[in-house]
């Protein structure tokens, strides 16, 4: 089975900051746990990452290049490249993101 490298955008970067600095605000232990969660959730695409879906919000505009997996309540946005998988956001999936994501990929 074929190992793939996962590299993180600076953008999924920040999102997982800001998501474990608003959490440590009532609880840095819990802030921990959810960093470990997303972080092996992430490290799972080394070995499958065809497994994730086209994000839905984006396929309607026509971008079919951005894949997702859950860990919820979070959202891992994610492109497979020639020789790597490359994480370019996490978002809360109970928020509507669709402005956001057409922002953040109609740029790239």
């Known amino acids: ?5 996962v ?3 600076d ?5 997982i900051l800001e998501i474990v600095d608003f ?10 746990k959810v960093l470990d969660r997303i972080e092996h959730r ?5 070995t499958l990452p065809e497994r994730g879906r086209i994000v839905p ?6 971008i079919t290049t951005v894949r997702e ?10 492109k497979l490249r020639a020789t790597d998988v490359l994480v370019v956001a996490v978002y ?5 993101i669709t402005d956001l994501l057409l922002a953040r990929f109609l740029r790239h």
């Open 57 to 62: 919000e984006l396929q309607w505009h026509g």
């Open 92 to 96: 809360d999936g109970r928020r509507q």
């Open 42 to 46: 992430i490290a799972t695409l080394a």
């Open 7 to 9: 590299i993180y955008d």
């Open 11 to 15: 953008g999924a970067r920040d999102d």
């Open 23 to 32: 959490i440590a605000r009532d609880s840095a232990i819990n802030a921990d």
């Open 69 to 78: 997996i859950g860990e919820r309540p979070w959202r891992i946005l994610y």
């Open 1 to 5: 089975m074929r190992r793939w490298d």
